[in-house]
């Protein structure tokens, strides 16, 4: 079948639903990737919400509903925990990493134990933004939600200017400029849901302004695009140093070093308008320094396998392209993605063609196996993207 038919794309949105509803555990969890040694078992928030926003997207409520239960009951089970870690905050205690919420958990909602690069805030906002997302769309009730909500908003709102690790698992010394969109558009949607209590909205809004004036002083690069990270360190009330090297020092993290993951703060988070000039030089810089021939590699610095290109960030570049008007440009990276996709019609997280560091492959392939496959999360955003582009199975 020819890459980039109508035929072509039409059978990829059905194969993602097929392989999201095949894996889609019981209890409602999506695991990143079934099969893959370092993922199995484990259900992300951040991976979790792009799948159910591609399956949302694609009608399947019932199975999206499911989801967002399981995230609910996963998180109003450690309100208690939240309760603890704000009132020590309040009290200028310190609280170390391993206190705070988890990244992932077991597919029955459990922590699991394996040592993970735990903490990350992404996620529980990401989150909250993808039920939003949902429950309008298709105008339902989430089981727990509202619970959940307030637990996730509360904990975001005292939080949010804590250095954590980033979408890729790195750097937690640092304060991720798409984690705090990831973060600003889950209290928003919070803000919006009417779960809120006085004080947990006040608090809401706080942070909202919060982040919003601190990219705007700290997080956008002399060239007026958005950076990797903030120009100021946070502090992590007694946080270790677990950092692995000093990053300023390198000017492919540094300074107007780019990540694709700031995508997300354009389309679908909404940090900046689409046509805010920050959001124009985000977006075009992020394709200039890391996207090559339909698809998009993580940071110049990656050495995750080698650093490819990977089919979940082709999706987001895409969606930014199909957002600001520009379908052409967006169609060419949906037949990039499904380009990727291997004989069963699976789409792995990423490609190792064109590496930006060819001899940190083999480090990798014998530490954990060859590149995970399927991902969810790239099948989840070939969903957003074809529905965008109003490509239906
Ligand atoms: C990536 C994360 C992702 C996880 C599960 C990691 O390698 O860095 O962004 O959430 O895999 O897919």
């Given at each position: 079948m020819i890459v980039g038919s109508d035929l072509a794309r039409a059978r990829l949105v059905s194969r993602s639903v097929d392989v999201i509803r095949t894996h889609q555990s019981p209890s409602g969890a999506y695991p990143?990737?079934?099969?893959?040694s370092a993922y199995r078992g484990y259900a992300w928030l951040r991976d979790g919400a792009f799948i159910a926003e591609g399956m949302s997207r694609t009608g399947s409520a019932d199975e999206v509903t499911a989801f967002h239960a399981w995230c609910a009951r996963v998180i109003a089970a450690r309100a208690a925990q939240v309760d603890d870690l704000v009132r020590r905050a309040a009290h200028g205690e310190p609280v170390a990493n391993a206190e705070m919420l988890p990244t992932r958990f077991t597919l029955d909602g459990g922590e699991g134990s394996d040592e993970w690069w735990d903490h990350q805030l992404d996620g529980y906002g990401t989150w909250m933004w993808a039920l939003a997302e949902h429950t309008a769309r298709h105008g339902v009730a989430v089981p727990g939600a509202a619970r959940a909500v307030r637990v996730a908003a509360r904990y975001l709102s005292w939080f949010w200017d804590r250095p954590c690790y980033d979408w890729w698992e790195e750097h937690v010394d640092q304060r991720h400029v798409s984690t705090l969109a990831a973060i600003h558009a889950g209290l928003r949607a919070a803000l919006a849901s009417g779960h809120l209590d006085a004080t947990d909205e006040r608090a809401a809004r706080e942070a909202v302004d919060g982040i919003a004036a601190l990219v705007a002083s700290d997080g956008v690069a002399a060239g007026g695009h958005l950076r990797k990270w903030l120009a100021t360190p946070g502090s992590?009330?007694?946080?270790?140093?677990?950092?692995?090297?000093?990053?300023?020092?390198d000017p492919r993290l540094g300074g107007d070093a780019v990540d694709a993951s700031l995508l997300a703060c354009v389309h679908p988070?909404?940090?900046?308008?689409?046509?805010?000039p920050v959001a124009v030089a985000t977006v075009a810089e992020v394709e200039r320094q890391l996207a090559r021939d339909g698809g998009v590699h993580?940071?110049?610095?990656?050495?995750?396998?080698?650093?490819g290109r990977w089919v979940l960030l082709a999706g987001f570049l895409g969606l930014n392209h199909a957002a600001a008007g520009r379908r052409e440009e967006a169609l060419r990276y949906l037949d990039w993605m499904g380009g990727q996709?291997?004989?069963?019609?699976e789409l792995p997280e990423q490609v190792s063609d064109v590496l930006l560091a060819p001899g940190r492959f083999d480090e990798w392939l014998r530490r954990?196996?060859?590149?995970?496959?399927?991902l969810l999360w790239s099948h989840g955003m070939y969903l957003m993207l074809a529905d965008a582009l109003e490509v239906r199975a």
């Open positions: 990143a990737s079934p099969a893959f992590s009330l007694g946080a270790g140093p677990t950092a692995t090297f000093h990053a300023e020092s988070f909404g940090l900046y308008p689409v046509d805010h993580r940071f110049l610095a990656d050495t995750f396998y080698g650093g996709a291997t004989g069963e019609g954990w196996g060859p590149v995970a496959s399927p």
